[in-house]
């Protein structure tokens, strides 16, 4: 599953904070430089430290683990039907990021960037029913799982809007799109915790993890977006316009 989530708090700070009252830990970027892109990249690497227990004074939570609201999963298509709810999602290992691109566009206020995420770690809760390739399963229990060498692709659009008469960048609900190489899930307390037949619903699961995760995914994008979105705009009501991008 796509969730390079790390680099993308980071990219928000930068893009939200450069030439602002910044404290010492984050580092401006001009909006004349002719390499911005180099600079943002550097100034995003420089905030890895911080990012883990979360940065209050500009209303970045930790992202270690980093927390996601619930994802619903409702499909019905000839090959799977999955009706899902899957709660408390802790993520953990978005720090360990590597930016691949970054095209910014300043003037219009839109950027597009690519990252990848060698390896995360996640668990949570899960209310399931489902019906893959002859697998049915009806119930509820603790959800675990990695993924391995993911990437993510996003674009940022704002906006100018006025705050008490000021002017400030918001965004707009970010375009997110991840993938995955590799994929380990594992459903707990299957079947009544009768092990063998709870164990062979994991592999079966597993060995057609391409079949469950083209569900899940628009559901994870769209859970990744909104929760970018949210911590992008409360960075950028903090700091004005004209204190984030001067001439």
């Not at 566009?105 to 960037?113: E, P, S």
């Not at 990695?146 to 996003?154: K, P």
Request: with cysteine; glycine share 4%.
């Amino acid at each position: 599953m796509k969730m390079n989530i790390r680099f993308n708090i980071l990219i928000l700070m930068v893009l939200c904070l450069a030439e602002a009252k910044l404290p010492s830990y984050i580092h401006v970027c001009k909006k004349s430089d002719p390499d911005i892109a180099k600079c943002i990249i550097d100034s995003v690497y420089s905030l890895k430290p911080k990012l883990a227990n979360g940065i209050p004074e500009l209303n970045v939570p930790s992202t270690e683990p980093l927390l996601l609201e619930k994802i619903q999963l409702r499909t019905g298509q000839s090959r799977t039907k999955i009706d899902a709810n899957l709660t408390n999602l802790q993520v953990w290992g978005v720090t360990s990021f590597e930016i691949l691109e970054l095209r910014p566009d300043v003037t219009k206020n839109r950027f597009i960037f690519k990252s990848k995420v060698p390896h995360i770690y996640f668990k949570g809760d899960y209310d399931l029913n489902m019906d893959i390739l002859l697998l049915k399963y009806k119930g509820q229990g603790p959800l675990s799982g990695n993924f391995t060498d993911l990437s993510l692709d996003a674009v940022l659009k704002g906006h100018i809007t006025k705050i008490n008469g000021v002017d400030h960048i918001q965004f707009r609900k970010f375009a997110v799109r991840v993938e995955f190489s590799h994929t380990n899930i594992e459903l707990s307390n299957l079947f009544d915790n009768q092990r063998n037949l709870g164990n062979a619903t994991n592999q079966v699961l597993n060995e057609n993890s391409e079949v469950l995760l083209t569900e899940i995914k628009p559901a994870l994008e769209n859970a990744l977006a909104s929760k970018f979105t949210d911590i992008a705009n409360n960075i950028c009501k903090t700091f004005s316009y004209d204190e984030l991008f001067p001439n």
